[in-house]
């Protein structure tokens, strides 16, 4: 179990190796934490980029590109454990559930405390 503070790092996959573009989110408690934030983060960019009309999506593999051209790719470090979390991967399960009609848009789902 992780007995310190874990960091989120965000590369922007639009400027991919360029480290200067990283920045910080934040830093969390427990790994759950620092997962759930990356994944609010991949949540937030393909609820935007789907209803985003400048962009042509249609499909699931539209909305998959369009992440990892543009999207954020949000990273945990400082973990004492292998962290089961890679931003591309679960971008890509979101895309299939979201066409699917299994998830709603992040933006229509009320709010929670």
């Known amino acids: 179990m992780t007995s310190h503070r874990l960091t989120v790092f965000v590369n922007d996959n639009f400027h991919y190796q360029d480290e200067d573009e990283r920045y910080q ?3 969390f408690e427990t790994l759950d934490a620092a997962i759930s934030a990356c994944q609010r983060l991949v949540d937030e960019y393909l609820d935007e980029a789907r209803v ?3 962009l042509s999506i249609v499909s699931p593999a539209d ?3 369009s992440y990892t051209m543009f999207g954020p790719d ?3 470090v400082g973990a004492d454990e292998y962290v089961p979390f890679s931003a ?3 971008a890509k399960q979101r895309c299939q559930k979201i066409f699917s009609g299994q ?3 992040v933006s229509s789902a009320p709010a929670s405390d």
């Open 52 to 54: 985003d009309g400048t």
């Open 103 to 105: 998830l709603p848009l």
């Open 74 to 76: 949000p990273f945990v």
């Open 25 to 27: 989110l934040g830093e």
């Open 88 to 90: 591309w991967e679960y």
């Open 63 to 65: 909305l998959y590109q």
